[in-house]
């Protein structure tokens, strides 16, 4: 798996966006970027991937640029319950992930 | 069922003793994957199972851990003589094979080793 960086923590205000930044410069063509969080004593839950396209889906968006080297995880309008860890993982389709220590997003009211 | 089923949800165990933690995962998932997980990290992979055929063991910390799958359904990670460091919380996550929409977690076991 190719090594991400994320920020250790970032806070948000209820209501506006969460934009939860990626780099993952060493990036390989057949890797996807994957994104989890983790709610205090719970697993992590998948939130989305992608290649090289932008994605939506119910949860979130995630933009990746150009080069791939970077992606941006956007909650739209985040809630005091997206207060968890956010995992950004890179590597290929199928086979283990491998998880750094993410990003801690505080959603403050 | 629904999804990851883990049990016990917590375990106790005093130092030396073995134990066997249970993973349930959802019914048809062909990839069955442990990971450890110690307080304030993130999740540390330990194996991956494709059925019932473990393809890589590569994180298991030592020959005191071992896993199994034997019908490529429930899996079972067994710990023998626990030590201190062995203290976590162990997740289990199963995914469709090649769906590359992401792991389920179960919500994991919690052991103490005493």
């Known amino acids: 798996d190719a090594k991400t960086t994320q920020p250790p923590s970032m806070d948000c205000a209820e209501g506006r966006a969460a934009n939860l930044p990626c780099n993952h410069s060493t990036i390989s063509g057949n890797e996807y970027v994957y994104w989890y969080r983790q709610i205090h004593s719970q697993g992590p839950q998948y939130i989305i991937h992608g290649l090289k396209n932008n994605e939506t889906n119910e949860m979130a968006s995630l933009i990746i640029t150009e080069d791939r080297k970077s992606s941006t995880l956007i909650l739209p309008h985040a809630t005091l319950r997206d207060t968890a860890v956010y995992y950004c993982i890179a590597k290929e389709r199928a086979g283990k992930s491998t998880f750094g220590d993410g990003t801690t997003l505080t959603v403050k009211p | 069922g629904a999804g990851v089923s883990q049990s016990p949800r917590y375990k106790v165990a005093k130092r030396g003793q073995d134990v066997a933690l249970r993973c349930d995962p959802i019914?048809?998932?062909?990839?069955l994957f442990w990971y450890q997980q110690a307080l304030g990290q993130g999740p540390e992979f330990l194996t991956y199972?494709?059925?019932?055929?473990?393809?890589?063991k590569s994180g298991l910390p030592s020959d005191r851990f071992f896993a199994e799958r034997p019908e490529g359904s429930v899996s079972t990670l067994k710990i023998q003589r626990t030590q201190q460091e062995d203290s976590a919380v162990y997740l289990c996550a199963s995914s469709l094979f090649g769906s590359g929409y992401g792991y389920t977690f179960g919500s994991g076991t919690r052991l103490t080793v005493v």
């Open positions: 199972f494709q059925n019932e055929a473990q393809l890589d």
């Open positions: 019914s048809g998932h062909v990839s």
